[in-house]
C-alpha cells in the first residue's frame, strides 16, 4: 500500500523551513527519501533503517519512528535549489529492496 | 553511487507498436528495477529483474505486455509492448547502491503513445 505524504505541496521563502511527513500503515523495514527536479530522474538523499535513528547532511535531516510507521523529513533554511518534488519510499519488512513510493510533496522555495 | 545510462530518452509510437528501452550500469548490480511515472505522479514499481532468472512483476503489470530481460549484470531491457495512450509516460530504471543504500535512477525515457 501507498504511504501517504502530507503536505501535497508547500511554498516557502528562502530561509524557511518545512517539515514533509511520511506514513504508512503497514510495518516498515526502512524509509528512503528522494528528491526530483522538473523533467531529472529521482535522487537519494538519505535511508532509514528500522531503530528509529535520525540521519542528516547539510540542512537536511529526517526522523523513522518505526513504532508509528512514519518518517518526517526536515529541510532548515532552505534554499533555492530544495526546489522540487519529494518522495517518500518505504520497504516492508518482507520485500526490504521493493520500494512503494508516496505521492510525493511539491516544494517551492521563493527568493 | 552507479550512473546509469538509458536509451532513447524519450520516443514517439504509434498505437499497437512496440518500444525497447536500455538501461546500461557502469557497474555490475544484483537486482534492477524498473518503474513508471505518469505525468505529476508517484513512481510505480513494474518489476524487479536479477541477472540469470525471470523478471519479478508487480500487481497489475504481466510480462506479455512489459517483457523484460536481463543478460548480465551490467545491463537489461523493458520492451513496452502493444503500445496504448495509456503507456505514455516515462519509464525509469535503477539499481541499488552497495550496502543498506538508496536506488540511484537512470534519465528516463519518456514514451508518447499516438
Known amino acids: 500500500q501507498q504511504p501517504v505524504q502530507s503536505p501535497q505541496a508547500v511554498i516557502l521563502r528562502e530561509g524557511e523551513d518545512a517539515v514533509i511527513n511520511c506514513s504508512s500503515s503497514?510495518?516498515?523495514?526502512?524509509v528512503h527519501w528522494y528528491r526530483q527536479k522538473h523533467g531529472e530522474a529521482p535522487v537519494f538523499l538519505m535511508i532509514?533503517?528500522?531503530?528509529?535513528e535520525q540521519k542528516g547532511h547539510d540542512k537536511i535531516s529526517a526522523s523513522f519512528n518505526e513504532k508509528k510507521q512514519q518518517s518526517s523529513l526536515y529541510l532548515t533554511a532552505s534554499q533555492l535549489s530544495y526546489s522540487g518534488t519529494y518522495f517518500c519510499?518505504?520497504?516492508?519488512?518482507?520485500?526490504?529492496?521493493?520500494?512503494?513510493f508516496g505521492q510525493g510533496t511539491r516544494l517551492t522555495i521563493n527568493p | 553511487s552507479a550512473v546509469i545510462s538509458q536509451k532513447p530518452s524519450r520516443d514517439i509510437c504509434q498505437r499497437g507498436t512496440s518500444l525497447t528501452i536500455q538501461c546500461q550500469v557502469d557497474?555490475?548490480?544484483?537486482?534492477m528495477f524498473w518503474y513508471r511515472q505518469q505525468p505529476g505522479q508517484s513512481l510505480t514499481l513494474i518489476a524487479t529483474?536479477?541477472?540469470?532468472?525471470?523478471?519479478?512483476?508487480e500487481s497489475g503489470f504481466v510480462i506479455d505486455k512489459f517483457p523484460i530481460s536481463r543478460p548480465n549484470l551490467t545491463f537489461s531491457t523493458l520492451t513496452v509492448s502493444n503500445l496504448s495512450p495509456e503507456d505514455s509516460s516515462i519509464y525509469l530504471c535503477?539499481?541499488?547502491?552497495?550496502?543498506?543504500?538508496?536506488?540511484?535512477f537512470g534519465p528516463g525515457t519518456r514514451l508518447t503513445v499516438t
Open positions: 529483474a536479477n541477472q540469470g532468472s525471470e523478471a519479478t512483476y
Open positions: 519510499g518505504t520497504a516492508g519488512i518482507q520485500g526490504a529492496q521493493k520500494l512503494v
Open positions: 503497514k510495518a516498515l523495514y526502512s
Open positions: 535503477s539499481v541499488e547502491g552497495q550496502g543498506p543504500s538508496g536506488q540511484y
Open positions: 532509514l533503517l528500522k531503530g528509529g
Open positions: 557497474s555490475q548490480v544484483t537486482m
